[in-house]
């Protein structure tokens, strides 16, 4: 959404600047108010420029030499404001005090307005009105705090001494808000951490920030700043609530990770630690969508009945756990997956290969089988040899076609012989392996 011209200078007219960004947080239009309040864009801004380029500059020309370290945490903090702000909010920049509206378009973008306060008709700001504040303090409920245009404390009341857990009979005034925080944490957690969100906080009216204090506390402090430079601090104890919030994130994180666990299960071989047919089938349409070369292997252990029935099913699958590994081991490509289908059958999937590279990991598999010391698993035992049925193709592919060429090639391996490979389409030579 764009405004036309004549809104921006009906707003211009009413003393309002306006600046209107994308749903990607790009500047698209402003009115010559937005110029007026914030100088520092005038011949700089352009549209598309990104808010956070916005900021960058808006910060470079106010935060104080110790505080520029930080400006990407500003800018951080000033973007998850432009993101979320529902409510509007007060500062004070070039000496005027402006409050910022700031309205979510229909298509996604966002559109901020500025407001200069005629700070002479705020009477509450008036210097006369400080010394009753102050003798008010004590029955407001939460911590209360005022401060001075140098951002230190003259005036608490005991229910920010009691949230601070600070020694009776200790000074208060004259300190800011940084020093009681690090006086806190004595060290024991740098205090540094927070500064930002304190500096923030005593810049702009309304918005609530975090702190947290030792012993896992936490406080929510909002200000609100008078014309004469004086600024009033609440903080309110929400370690109930912040507590509640972290053990629910802990509770959805543990679930993640439990249904991530039991995806995992459900896509696992129980036996070989391998993907399971069901995950093989998925993998097998999501690699033939792709437009790029495909090879296809299938694997089947010869003679596996007579294994089972003459050295028993533990035996049995201990053949096929070294079956699996081997495999796996022989299998470079990340991308590739190997997967028990069933029985003594398994897959490989190698998406960018061609037959060739196909058939030399098809080669490694067998090759290392032959040397496996069978032996170990029983005296008996002298060796266990695989059929393997190859096909490839290039992407876009039918999977149900490629699978059934896949399965006749590895057929014909077994016709044929069996230990050995057969690729799809063609007749291969017998490739014995001493062992």
Not at 172 to 195: F, H, K, M, Q
Not at 297 to 306: E, G, Q, R, V, Y
């Amino acid at each position: 959404m764009k405004l036309s011209r004549y809104l921006h200078d009906s707003l211009d007219a009413l003393g309002i600047g306006v600046c209107e960004y994308d749903a990607d947080m790009r500047a698209v239009g402003w009115n010559s108010t937005f110029l007026q309040f914030f100088p520092e864009d005038e011949g700089v801004i352009y549209v598309g420029e990104p808010y956070g380029d916005n900021l960058l500059r808006f910060y470079r020309g106010r935060l104080p030499p110790e505080e520029l370290p930080d400006i990407d945490r500003h800018v951080a903090e000033g973007v998850a404001r432009h993101e979320n702000q529902t409510q509007p909010f007060e500062f004070i920049h070039h000496g005027r005090k402006l409050r910022a509206s700031s309205l979510r378009a229909p298509d996604g973008g966002r559109v901020r307005m500025w407001q200069r306060l005629d700070v002479e008709n705020h009477a509450e700001t008036a210097p006369e009105l400080v010394l009753p504040i102050i003798d008010a303090l004590p029955f407001i409920p939460d911590g209360a705090t005022i401060l001075d245009a140098k951002e230190r404390v003259i005036a608490a009341n005991n229910a920010f001494r009691r949230l601070y857990d600070l020694p009776r009979g200790s000074t208060v005034v004259g300190r800011t808000l940084d020093e009681i925080i690090a006086w806190c944490w004595r060290g024991a957690s740098p205090a540094g951490a927070w500064r930002a969100a304190i500096s923030n906080g005593l810049r702009y009216d309304g918005v609530p920030f975090e702190i947290e204090l030792p012993g896992q506390r936490w406080l929510r402090l909002i200000a609100r700043h008078s014309a004469g430079g004086l600024s009033f601090f609440t903080h309110a104890d929400i370690t109930v609530a912040k507590r509640q919030q972290m053990e629910l994130l802990e509770a959805q994180e543990a679930l993640r990770r439990a249904n991530a666990a039991l995806a995992e299960l459900a896509e696992t071989d129980g036996l070989t630690g391998l993907a399971n047919r069901r995950r093989f089938v998925a993998g097998l349409a999501d690699a033939v969508a792709l437009p790029q070369p495909l090879s296809l292997m299938m694997i089947d252990a010869d003679h596996f009945k007579s294994i089972n029935d003459r050295f028993g099913h533990l035996v049995g699958d201990a053949c096929l756990r070294t079956i699996a590994k081997v495999t796996a081991d022989q299998v470079a490509p990340v991308s590739a997956l190997v997967a028990r289908i069933g029985g003594e059958e398994f897959g490989v999937l190698l998406p960018g290969s061609r037959i060739e590279a196909a058939h030399e990991i098809a080669t490694g598999i067998r090759r290392a089988l032959a040397l496996v010391p069978w032996p170990t698993l029983h005296p008996d035992l002298t060796g266990v040899t695989v059929s393997i049925g190859l096909c490839a193709g290039e992407g876009p592919l039918d999977g149900t076609g490629l699978h059934a060429r896949a399965d006749d090639a590895l057929y014909a391996a077994k016709r044929n012989g069996r230990d050995r490979i057969e690729i799809s389409g063609e007749r291969s030579q017998p490739q014995r392996i001493a062992g």
